[in-house]
């Protein structure tokens, strides 16, 4: 049993930690917490395995499944016997962080006990830098990673040396831990390019902190290149290890202490260019905008979408569309001191698939603004520009569609969209 003893007024452990009722009572800045988290992102499977918001792929090998229960509201990722394979659901947005204040993470899930051969992690993290927690063919561990020398590094604490709480029956809290279970997984950490990780589990409602990373005054570097971090889940059979299975079920993102959405605002036009819709009933892209492939741990919102029609009497519905199809060639390029890149639409460029986020309809001789009265809050939506695992961006285009009879309709358009900083 570890001595308690008081530093400030506050209990604290023989390592000189704040036990673990009093952590709990303290966001990762070491303010007092009160009920006021605000959601950057949450997700829950009570109807489908949220096909908008996780990309869901085998990303090496062979024999890895995935399969959604609605009744159990889950997925359940899976790795065959003897088989090389890695199976990974990652969430397409990256979570943007706010300086100076607590990011705030609980994960649900529940992995299939300690297997040699196979590796399974839950938390905040892709394959440059993150923090999660990982069974390591039985090892259970605390990781962050960083990518600040160039290529991604593992800085893995094992189970016996978790500096608050081992959770093997020996720590303060008495309790072992059982990964076979389903578990709720917190994550709170700072990052002001250093800082403050904690990362536990909550049980009986009580959040047990089992390790906390201590990245200020004792580095040389950034303890991550980016907080902006995706929620991902993955297991992966080296080729040796018998069936295993992960279960994503839930999780949620906060930020403590408010959010603010400061940030550059910009905007991007088609510029003269217009697109002429030449047939009725059919959709065409005016103009479109997505993440930069350096750029992929920003969060973009999209504040406002313009259009008006170039030719008189005429009639089309408007709409924005997530990831469409889009025909032709729809060439995105560069914006200048953005992490955007836009595309110019033409009459080859129609439109098919994608979801459906805003829209309208307008005459010739109207000016369309898409945000709907919201204001700066812009158009309100959770679907927010992301990427797949493999890094392929997501798309934003507003498109036009000739109606009552119209074709051959020349419309231009802009979209206003604001940076996260």
């Not at 499944?65 to 659901?89: C, D, F, I, L, P």
């Not at 800085?155 to 709480?165: K, L």
């Not at 018998?242 to 991007?268: P, Y």
């Not at 109207?366 to 961006?393: E, V």
């Amino acid at each position: 049993m570890q001595a308690i003893s008081k530093v400030n007024g506050l209990p604290v452990n023989d390592n000189g930690i704040l036990t673990q009722e009093a952590a709990a009572k303290n966001d990762a800045f070491g303010r007092l917490r009160v009920s006021n988290p605000v959601t950057l992102f949450d997700s829950k499977q009570i109807f489908d395995n949220a096909p908008l918001f996780f990309d869901d792929s085998e990303v090496s090998g062979t024999g890895t499944t995935s399969t959604y229960t609605k009744a159990k509201a889950m997925t359940q990722m899976a790795v065959s016997e003897n088989t090389e394979g890695k199976h990974v659901r990652q969430s397409f947005m990256r979570m943007n962080y706010l300086p100076g204040k607590s990011q705030l993470s609980f994960l649900t899930f529940k992995m299939n006990g300690s297997v040699s051969g196979v590796k399974s992690c839950v938390g905040l993290f892709d394959d440059d830098n993150g923090l999660f927690f990982t069974d390591d063919e039985g090892t259970l561990k605390m990781v962050t990673r960083t990518s600040s020398s160039g290529s991604a590094v593992d800085v893995p604490i094992e189970q016996d040396d978790w500096n608050v709480d081992t959770l093997d029956g020996t720590g303060a809290s008495r309790i072992t831990l059982d990964v076979s279970k389903t578990q709720i997984l917190i994550i709170d950490f700072e990052w002001l390019g250093v800082g403050r990780v904690r990362m536990g589990f909550v049980i009986d409602g009580t959040v047990y902190y089992v390790h906390e990373f201590m990245n200020a005054n004792n580095l040389t570097e950034v303890y991550m290149s980016t907080p902006n971090l995706p929620v991902r889940y993955s297991i992966e059979n080296d080729g040796t290890g018998a069936v295993s299975t992960l279960d994503h079920i839930c999780s949620s993102v906060m930020s403590e202490g408010g959010a603010e959405d400061n940030g550059a605002l910009r905007r991007k036009s088609t510029g003269g260019t217009a697109t002429v819709m030449t047939s009725e009933n059919l959709a065409y892209a005016i103009i479109g905008v997505r993440l930069k492939s350096t750029h992929l741990q920003a969060t973009v919102k999209l504040i406002d979408a313009a259009i008006q029609l170039q030719t008189a009497s005429e009639q089309i519905e408007w709409f924005l569309s997530f990831n469409p199809t889009v025909a032709g060639t729809f060439t995105y390029s560069d914006v200048t001191n953005s992490a955007i890149q836009t595309a110019i639409g033409a009459s080859a460029n129609t439109v098919t698939s994608g979801f459906e986020i805003s829209g309208g309809f307008i005459e010739s001789g109207g000016n369309q603004a898409g945000n709907a009265g919201s204001g700066d809050k812009g158009i309100l939506n959770a679907l927010l520009l992301g990427s797949k695992i493999d890094g392929t961006p997501d798309e934003i285009v507003l498109c036009g569609r000739p109606v009552g009879g119209s074709s051959g309709v020349a419309a231009e358009g802009a979209l206003v969209w604001r940076e996260l900083s």
